[in-house]
């Protein structure tokens, strides 16, 4: 089937903390890959994709590796900032360019 | 980038009153474009995939009878949710396919009285 996995939250960081958000994903084939991202008021924003095994995703010091070998794309920052506080959704596409959604993880990063 | 409008972005109704909610690509055309609905502190789900010219296709436990997707032109999908109750109340969210990326709009909020 067609699904993905995302840790949930709420998640709770101090300024500078290192954060991690994992995602698993199910699916036949080979997906692409995104984290979106929504900050509170406003609509789904592009944070990062991969389109095949290996492809590193990165974008506003946010990461991502898609891992075939465990189904993987969790995301990381080095560094979060109070700006980072957001929803995030991990998200696969299919051929077709139909979305499936992670649950979403709220993060609130605290100064 | 690419620009995806909704229109409008809240709407409030009374029970068994219909609703209809348009997406539109500003920058570019788009054959494709989906509903997905969000439910609060809840994920994205998709509702349907809205095909310029022909039928749209519902995932399944959709019903296609209540949620009526018209994508009469390039630039444009409407959703219509009929008869609607409290418990169609969300956030309704579409997107179209840009160049193989995917745009949103910003969503329309639905209260159902």
């Known amino acids: 089937g067609n699904s993905v996995t995302q840790m949930e939250g709420p998640v709770t960081l101090s300024e500078e903390a290192f954060l991690t958000i994992n995602c698993t994903y199910t699916a036949t084939g080979y997906p692409s890959l995104f984290w979106y991202v929504q900050y509170p008021g406003e609509g789904l924003q592009l944070l990062l994709k991969a389109t095949k095994a290996d492809d590193k995703g990165s974008n506003k010091g946010f990461e991502a590796t898609y891992r075939k070998e465990t189904t993987s794309f969790h995301l990381e920052k080095g560094s979060v900032q109070v700006s980072d506080s957001a929803v995030y959704f991990c998200a696969r596409s299919n051929t077709g360019n139909q979305f499936y959604f992670g649950t979403g993880t709220s993060l609130t990063v605290i100064p | 980038g690419a620009v995806v409008s909704q229109h409008p972005s809240w709407v409030i109704c009374k029970s068994g009153t219909s609703v209809k909610i348009e997406c539109r690509s500003l920058?570019?055309?788009?054959?494709?474009m989906f509903w997905y609905r969000q439910f609060p502190k809840q994920s994205l789900m998709l509702m349907a995939t809205?095909?310029?010219?022909?039928?749209?296709?519902?995932e399944q436990g959709v019903e296609k009878d209540k949620f009526l997707i018209n994508h009469a032109s390039l630039t444009l999908s409407t959703l219509t949710v009929t008869s609607a109750h409290p418990e169609d109340s969300s956030f309704y969210i579409c997107?179209?396919?840009?160049?193989?990326?995917?745009?949103f709009g910003p969503g329309t909020r639905l209260t159902v009285l």
């Open positions: 809205s095909n310029e010219g022909s039928k749209a296709t519902y």
């Open positions: 997107s179209a396919t840009k160049n193989n990326e995917q745009f």
């Open positions: 920058d570019f055309q788009a054959t494709t």
